[in-house]
């Protein structure tokens, strides 16, 4: 019996591996840190590694695209001023879902902003085609309304074209917000097709 205990304490690692051991696994774990989670996470590439492997641009799309998220929650509508506000053709009280078709532009410096929504109602439906002339833009497809602070459809990064439908969710302001994240001017060229009441640029 003796015997077996003594063998059994000789097993058990001393203290100093056991220091030497934690000293080893978090000297890994900051390796890691460094190397791969700051990339991908923070787009924070110290040694340069993240960038090679294509971690650093994983975690700049996330920051980029947090950001953009970030900014158009920010945005209150009661406070926005409308650069246009033109209505649809047709001028009586009751709603219109008659197909109609439209083309827009859009021009934006780099860093600009624009956002454009169509009064719709519930089920339905728009067709939409949107393209920039050069550059790219952020995107952010969504809706709202008075009781729907907030409803997305699609978003996107550095993108240069979107086509699609949007069927409206609910009864109220269904549309595109768009970010020119590119160093020069640029136009997006929008046309839509569908069932909606009128249209706003803010």
Do not use: C
């Not at 203290?15 to 991908?40: E, G, H, Q």
Request: proline fraction near 3%.
């Amino acid at each position: 019996m003796e015997n077996q205990q003594s063998q059994n304490y000789t097993e058990l690692p001393s203290t100093k591996k056991l220091i030497v051991s934690t000293i080893i696994a978090a000297f890994v774990a900051f390796v890691l840190l460094i190397i791969a989670v700051l990339p991908a996470e923070y787009g924070i590439d110290p040694t340069g590694i993240g960038q090679l492997i294509g971690l650093k641009e994983m975690g700049e799309i996330k920051i980029l695209l947090e950001a953009e998220i970030q900014s158009l929650d920010n945005i209150d509508n009661s406070q926005q001023i409308p650069i246009s506000d033109f209505q649809s053709t047709n001028q009586s009280n009751e709603p219109v879902t008659q197909q109609k078709e439209n083309n827009f532009t859009f021009i934006l410096m780099p860093g600009e902003t624009t956002e454009f929504k169509l009064k719709m109602l519930e089920g339905a439906i728009v067709k939409y085609e949107w393209v920039v002339d050069k550059g790219h833009v952020n995107f952010n497809t969504h809706g709202d309304s008075p009781t729907t602070n907030y409803f997305g459809y699609g978003k996107g990064l550095k993108v240069q074209s979107d086509i699609g439908n949007i069927v409206a969710a609910f009864d109220g302001n269904h549309g595109w917000f768009w970010r020119n994240r590119s160093d020069e001017e640029t136009t997006i060229s929008l046309e839509i097709s569908g069932d909606y009441i009128s249209y706003k640029q803010f």
